[in-house]
């Protein structure tokens, strides 16, 4: 399951329909919500301090009060599959989620009734596996199992996408040119499409102007070989929205990686044959790949500084260099491994999900047997 946090409870997602509620303090158990939800309830976002929301493989969403837990405040219908993912944007305040329908769809809680919320289906593209906001609700990511990364830049939430505007994403992906694909200092954002611009502007608000909503498909450089293709199964973003962290798998399920990449924000516009990348790989690291199948939730630390990783039965703590600096002191020139700063193994099977505290030098893993373990790191 997943882990939400928020300043003063620890709410676990669980693979049956339970929510479980802990102080994260004294490791206390709070409450148990048994039937949350009709199936696996998938991921936890505190909208403040007392509401909250769920999502579940029931395809539904639940808004929850930390003051009235017997029952939902309200249960939010309009996914057709699996809902993976709950985001919340502070400038609008919309609830945005997204599922394995391949929806993004955002829900407008300052207008919840008994029956739900306004909703809005935003985007749609196929193989969709998560969706991300930046930190200052500016850009929305997208991974996929398909390996393609989406960037929707400059981000309008209030006006939905006709996803037919995006040529891109409707053509079938063609593998790369063999010139493209052996070599070594390709862009890391190279279109699969041939010399289609991988940065599309379906809405123009007026002539001149800087369209909103404009999207980057970006098919990112990963440190494996680069002709099996890879899944994006993880997606999470620095808590300073300098760059975006994915955790990835080979087609061939038979290599993971973790790997940074930082935004680079203002890159000339090239010519559309090269069109602008945002995202350079700076660091990544091979993962230990156990439990295939499974996805591996990895986060950063509050200060960014610090990257918690699945690894097998355990967990890594992983750093730009030795000394835990800030990644904007330490961008190497070349793409450089990450540092592993400790190892924890304290589960008796495959670690799925990491949260850091947002509060307190705190840590907590999840494994597939449903133990939840609680770390104070002492380096």
């Known amino acids: ?59 539904t969403i639940a808004l929850w009060d930390l003051r009235k837990l017997n029952s939902k405040v309200c249960s939010l219908h309009g996914h057709a599959s699996w809902v993976k993912n709950i985001e919340y944007d502070t400038n609008t305040r919309l609830l945005v989620t997204s599922g394995f329908d391949g929806n993004v769809i955002t829900w407008d809680t300052n207008r919840f009734t008994e029956d739900g919320c306004p909703h809005k289906k935003f985007f749609h593209t196929r193989y969709l596996m998560r969706m991300r906001l930046t930190p200052d609700c500016s850009k929305m990511l997208i991974s996929t199992s398909s390996g393609y990364l989406l960037i929707l830049h400059d981000l309008d939430l209030t006006q939905s996408l006709e996803v037919g505007s995006y040529r891109m994403l409707r053509a079938r992906r063609t593998p790369l040119s063999s010139d493209g694909g052996t070599s070594t200092s390709r862009s890391a954002c190279t279109p699969r499409q041939g010399n289609d611009s991988s940065k599309l502007h379906p809405h123009r608000e007026g002539q001149g102007l800087s369209p909103r909503n404009s999207l980057e498909v970006l098919t990112p450089e990963i440190p494996g070989e680069r002709d099996r293709g890879n899944c994006i199964t993880s997606l999470q973003l620095h808590p300073k929205g300098w760059a975006t962290l994915i955790r990835c798998s080979s ?61 097998g039965y355990g967990v890594r703590l992983l750093a730009f260099d ?16 990450l540092r592993e700063i400790r190892s924890i193994y304290s589960h008796s099977d495959v670690v799925l999900t990491t949260k850091f505290s947002p509060t307190h030098c705190q840590l907590a893993s999840g494994c597939l047997s449903g133990r939840v373990a609680l770390y104070q790191p002492k380096f």
């Open 322 to 337: 030795e000394r835990c600096g800030e990644l904007v002191d330490c961008l190497p020139i070349q793409t450089s491994c």
């Open 251 to 311: 087609n061939t399920d038979d290599q993971e990686w973790t790997c940074v990449y930082e935004f680079q924000e203002g890159a000339p516009t090239r010519p559309l044959v090269s069109p602008r990348c945002s995202l350079r790989l700076t660091h990544y690291i091979e993962e230990a790949n156990v439990g295939r199948g499974y996805i591996k939730e990895l986060c950063f630390s509050p200060d960014g500084r610090l990257i918690c990783s699945p690894y």
């Open 1 to 59: 399951g997943q882990s939400g946090s928020h300043l003063s409870v620890l709410t676990v997602a669980c693979e049956q329909t339970e929510v479980l509620l802990f102080d994260p303090i004294s490791s206390r158990h709070i409450k148990t919500l048994t039937e949350a939800h009709e199936d696996c309830v998938n991921n936890i976002r505190f909208l403040d301090n007392r509401l909250f929301a769920t999502c579940s493989d029931d395809t």
